[in-house]
């Protein structure tokens, strides 16, 4: 009876103790395939142990991750913050949270979210927990949705201020008229010595002058009339190279990419070929006499998230104009106010205050959107949008 009660216990201690290795296996499979990263950390900071989601993350083998410190893998404009969550850590002894950038092994960058706690080991050391929760898809989304308000703001500004400069323009503009046509009508009758006659004359070139620059609100306003033609944009700009590096200048060289088979677009061809005259005349500023102006043409299907950066744009098939150089660039404060009127980038010419202004509203007005990119040191690119002309059915 003894031997049996024996044999009875051994095989429960052997049933028992398959069940903690396959609870044991199976937390470690759990452990191991756990969606966030989980590691343990010893005092100074040095990975004891971590799951394959760390491993993962990092680009690294598990099996190598013991014994390197964990800020190797936190970038190092971010480690301040990390010393600082893991000093109050340390200090309070409760669970602490940041935010902060990782590194991978290969040096690229990701975001996370990092949670720690401090708690003893079996031999009562202080050890920490690590929970690394990867962000990087949120940030983005975050970037964007930041980005879209930004663009949103600048086109209600943009808008806002054309009803303004147009409701202005529109009053001046009547104005004019009556002074143009009346000096007019003065040197008309005066003789070419007449004493005043100098005096008339210099107003009337002073109210063209002045009504020029209402035609350019009224276009940025939108409110300029327009006669749309059906054109193929790259006969259109080819007409136009010889000239647009003439004005660019010996020293600036235009390289032209037109793209095969472009789409045809409706535009008013006089307001494309001051558009087109007024992006090279800016880019031929900024380059300071000296440089590189590249135009290129292309086609392109824009969905409706690629839509909504754009100024709204309907998705569908699209002509794409680009006007580039490689000048000092734009910083930031000048590229979320380069369309304003009477904002004048730098190198730019005193008198060009509103040239991309009227390049803004002259686009919109013909159903299209232009998009600037730039950063300091690298070039600046205007990118124009029209929507692709489709024969009436």
Known sequence: MHQIELELQNEELRRVQAELEASRANYFDLFDQAPVGYCTLSEPGQILGANQAVASLVGMEKEDLAGWPITRFILPEDQDIYYLM?????TAGLPQSC????LRADEIPFWVSLEESAVEDVDGALVSRLVISDISELRRGEE????LEQRIAEARKLESVGRLAGGVAH???NMMSAIIGYSGLALSILSSDDPVYKDVSESLTAAQKSADMVRQLLAFAQRQTVAPKVLDLNGTVAGMVKDLALAAGKDIQLEWRPAAELWPVKVDPVQFDQILRTLCDHARDTLGGRGRIALETGTLVLDKAQCAH???????????????????????????????????TKGAAPDSGLGLAMVYGAIRQNNGFIDVKSKA????????YLPRHLPEA
């Open 86 to 90: 893991r000093r109050r850590l340390l």
């Open 99 to 102: 935010v902060l950038r990782m």
């Open 144 to 147: 964007e949705r930041a980005c």
């Open 171 to 173: 009053y001046i503009n």
């Open 310 to 344: 754009l100024g709204g744009l309907e998705p569908g098939e699209y002509v794409r104009l680009c006007v580039s150089d490689d000048g000092p660039g734009l910083d930031a404060e000048a590229l979320h106010q380069v369309f304003e009127p009477f904002f004048a």
């Open 377 to 384: 040191g690298e070039g600046t690119s205007f990118t124009i």
